[in-house]
């Protein structure tokens, strides 16, 4: 899929080829045009009426409007605004994203609203919003399942419409690596974090990976860097994981991590770099567990689901 600007003839119009396909996919869209009131006669919806639609946000410094592409077919559009209109709010919003009918249920959607997110990541910008109408269940139910949460409840500006109010975070996507060290007896060695956005939990060493390295590499490295021991040996993945935090040089991520098992000694950790490499990641403390304190506790894990994980690695 390739995200363009609409293409403009030099009297800033919108070419006729294009504002043909244009019609042709408000066109198919009725029922939302009927909800949202945008067309006199949402069952004929004309070229002009397209144009005059989309004739503010072109002449808007602050607004985009974007075209999706798929093998040369027009495929979706969407309308950004990168400043609302309210200077108390900081975010850049999309105030439309439509696909094609006959491309639904193909991906599209979620495919141009993951480039929308990009070109706002890129641009700096680290949340973005958009408004759905009271009365569109199946646009609040799509936003959500991207991640989108409701922040607010108000009357849109332009007709006065209730419409929910929806945010999302721009999170850098980010690799890591984690060794989840058993001892002779099965205990498990964790370090406890403290991270702003998800607040105390605990979690094995490891950390995100350096640019070239992979997870198996990456994962020894953090654990010589948090632990200083040098003799491990990192044995199978367990499994992987995404999560979101906020990392304190990188900021929000979403984290996608390997996560190994490797046997050692019952042992603390131990160097001269240590204290300044658990106050950069936020580590509290640390500790080995028993498997039985390890099910039963209810403190936050990372992954969550660490103790069943592990008897499933104990059962092959």
């Given at each position: 899929?390739i995200?363009?600007?609409?293409p403009l003839?030099?009297d800033h119009?919108?070419?006729?080829?294009?504002l043909?396909e244009?019609?042709a996919?408000y066109?198919?869209h009725r029922?939302?045009?009927?909800?949202?009131?945008?067309f006199p006669d949402?069952d004929d919806?004309r070229?002009?009426?397209?144009?005059?639609?989309l004739a503010?946000d072109?002449?808007?410094?602050?607004a985009?409007?974007?075209?999706a592409?798929?093998?040369?077919?027009?495929?979706?559009?969407?309308v950004?605004?990168?400043?609302?209109?309210?200077?108390?709010?900081?975010d850049p919003?999309?105030?439309l994203?439509m696909?094609?009918?006959?491309s639904?249920r193909?991906g599209?959607?979620?495919?141009?609203?993951?480039?929308?997110?990009?070109?706002?990541r890129k641009?700096?910008?680290?949340?973005?919003?958009l408004?759905?109408?009271d009365?569109?269940?199946q646009?609040?139910?799509?936003?959500t399942a991207?991640?989108?949460e409701?922040v607010d409840?108000?009357?849109?500006?332009a007709?006065?419409?209730?419409?929910?109010?929806?945010?999302?975070?721009?999170?850098?996507?980010r690799?890591?690596a984690r060794?989840?060290?058993?001892?002779p007896e099965?205990?498990?060695?964790?370090?406890?974090y403290?991270?702003?956005e998800?607040g105390?939990?605990w979690?094995?060493?490891?950390?995100?990976?350096?640019?070239?390295?992979?997870?198996h590499?990456?994962?020894?490295?953090e654990?010589?860097?948090?632990?200083g021991w040098t003799?491990l040996?990192?044995?199978p993945?367990?499994?992987?994981?995404?999560?979101?935090?906020?990392?304190a040089a990188v900021?929000p991520?979403?984290?996608?991590?390997?996560v190994?098992?490797a046997?050692?000694?019952?042992?603390?950790?131990?160097g001269?770099?240590?204290a300044?490499?658990?106050?950069e990641?936020?580590i509290?403390?640390?500790?080995?567990?028993?498997?039985r304190?390890l099910a039963q506790?209810p403190e936050?894990?990372w992954p969550?689901?660490?103790?069943?994980?592990?008897?499933?690695y104990?059962g092959h």
């Open positions: 899929m995200l363009a600007p609409v003839t030099p119009d919108i070419p006729a080829p294009v043909t244009l019609t996919l066109a198919a029922d939302f045009h009927a909800l949202s009131g945008d949402p919806v070229p002009e009426q397209v144009a005059a639609a503010d072109l002449a808007d410094p602050d985009e409007v974007l075209l592409r798929s093998e040369g077919r027009l495929v979706g559009i969407v950004t605004l990168a400043h609302h209109p309210d200077p108390a709010d900081p919003w999309i105030g994203l696909v094609a009918a006959d639904r193909r599209y959607g979620r495919r141009l609203a993951g480039l929308v997110e990009d070109r706002f641009a700096g910008r680290d949340a973005v919003r408004a759905v109408l009365a569109n269940p646009g609040l139910a799509f936003w991207l991640g989108y409701v409840h108000r009357d849109d500006r007709l006065g419409r209730p419409c929910a109010v929806l945010r999302k975070p721009l999170r850098t996507p690799r890591a060794a989840v060290v058993l001892d099965g205990a498990v060695f964790l370090f406890r403290d991270n702003v998800v105390v939990h979690a094995p060493p490891g950390g995100g990976l350096d640019p070239g390295e992979t997870p590499e990456g994962v020894l490295r654990l010589r860097e948090e632990t003799d040996e990192v044995g993945l367990l499994c992987t994981w995404e999560h979101d935090f906020t990392h900021g991520v979403r984290q996608h991590e390997h190994y098992v046997h050692g000694p019952r042992r603390e950790p131990t001269p770099h240590l300044a490499a658990h106050a990641d936020g509290l403390t640390w500790r080995w567990w028993t498997r304190e506790t936050a894990m969550p689901d660490l103790a069943q994980r592990l008897d499933a104990d």
